[in-house]
C-alpha cells in the first residue's frame, strides 16, 4: 500500500487499478460533461498528472478526453516512471517521451519532487491538472498552494480517489470500527506533504477553490470489492492491521485477532471502501 514518504508499491497499484477504474466509472457521468465541454477549440489537450505512479489516471482518462493530447506526467518514484516504457500500449518516441496507443497521446515523464517543485510545472500551458489518490496525502499548505496555482493559471482541476474515511465490513466486526480509528489517524502523519488531511483533504480544497471563484462538483467513487477482488480486500486488511499496530502498539494483539478474523471473512466478506471525485472548473 501507501509507504513512507508517500512512496507507492507497483503491486498495489496494480491490484487497485480495476477497481479504481469501476469506481470512476460511476462517476463520469456527473463530472465528464463539464469537463468535456471546456475541449480546447484547436490544438491538443495539455494535461498535467500529478503523482502518476504507474499511468493508471491517463489509462482512464486518456480514452475519454478523446483527441490528440500532450501528457506531463509527474512522480517523485524514478523506479514507477521508468515502468511506463514497459507497459502494453506505450511505444518510445526519445528520452522520456512516449507515444501511447498509436500516436494519439503523448506522454513526457518527469521526475520531481511534488512537495517542493509544485510552481515549477507548466501550469498556464495546461488545459487540465488531475491526480488520482493523491490528496489524502497532503497537508493543509499544500493544498492551499495547489489551489492558489491553479487559481492563477485559471486551469480547471481533476482529482479522483480521495478517501473519506468510510469502510463498511460486510459481515460487520466488533472491532471494525477501532481499527478504522487507529487507520485514519495513522494516515494522518507526515507523507512529505505536511501532517496529512487525509479524509478532510476534499472538503478543505473544495471549500478554498470556491472562494477563488471555481465551481466544484463532487461526485461518489468507492470501491466495492467482495469475491472478485480476493487479492485486494486482503491487502486492504493487511495494509490496515500494519498501520493500526504501529498507530496503537499496545493494541497490537487486538489488532492482530481482527487481521485474522477479517482474513478468515474475506473469500465470503465484501467491503465498501469510501472515496469522492472532485472537478473545479474556473467561473
Not at 463539464?34 to 500529478?50: E, K
Not at 494522518?188 to 476534499?202: E, I, N, S, T, Y
Not at 461526485?219 to 480476493?230: F, H, K, M, P, T
Request: proline residues 5%; positive net charge; glycine residues 10%.
Amino acid at each position: 500500500m501507501k509507504t513512507r514518504g508517500a512512496r507507492f508499491d507497483a503491486g498495489w497499484l496494480a491490484l487497485r487499478e480495476p477497481f479504481d477504474a469501476a469506481a470512476r466509472d460511476t462517476a463520469a457521468a456527473r463530472l465528464l460533461p463539464p469537463l468535456l465541454a471546456r475541449r480546447p477549440a484547436t490544438g491538443p489537450w495539455r494535461v498535467i498528472d500529478l503523482g502518476c505512479g504507474t499511468g493508471a489516471n491517463l489509462r482512464w482518462l486518456a480514452p475519454r478526453l478523446g483527441g490528440a493530447q500532450q501528457w506531463l506526467v509527474v512522480d517523485h518514484d524514478a523506479a514507477l516512471l521508468r515502468q511506463w516504457a514497459s507497459w502494453p500500449g506505450f511505444d518510445t518516441i526519445a528520452g522520456e517521451r512516449l507515444r501511447w496507443r498509436g500516436g494519439g497521446v503523448e506522454v513526457v515523464r518527469r521526475r520531481a519532487d511534488l512537495a517542493r517543485d509544485l510552481p515549477t510545472l507548466p501550469w498556464r500551458a495546461a488545459h487540465l491538472v488531475t491526480a488520482s489518490a493523491l490528496l489524502d496525502l497532503v497537508g493543509a499548505d499544500w493544498l492551499e498552494q495547489l489551489a492558489a496555482l491553479a487559481s492563477a493559471a485559471r486551469v480547471p482541476l481533476l482529482l479522483s480517489l480521495s478517501v473519506d474515511g468510510h469502510h463498511h465490513w460486510g459481515p460487520a466486526d466488533a472491532d471494525d470500527g477501532a481499527i478504522q480509528r487507529l487507520f485514519a489517524a495513522h494516515q494522518q502523519g507526515d507523507k512529505g506533504f505536511g501532517p496529512a488531511l487525509g479524509a478532510r483533504a476534499v472538503p478543505r480544497l473544495a471549500a478554498c477553490l470556491r472562494q477563488k471563484g471555481y465551481r466544484v462538483r463532487l461526485a461518489r467513487s468507492d470501491w466495492r470489492i467482495g469475491r472478485d477482488g480476493l487479492a485486494l480486500q486482503r491487502a486492504l486488511i493487511d495494509g490496515m492491521a500494519q498501520a493500526a499496530a504501529e498507530q496503537a502498539p499496545s493494541q497490537a494483539a487486538r489488532v492482530a485477532a481482527w487481521r485474522q478474523r477479517r482474513l478468515a471473512l474475506a473469500a465470503t466478506g465484501r467491503v465498501r471502501v469510501g472515496h469522492l471525485e472532485l472537478l473545479a472548473v474556473p467561473a
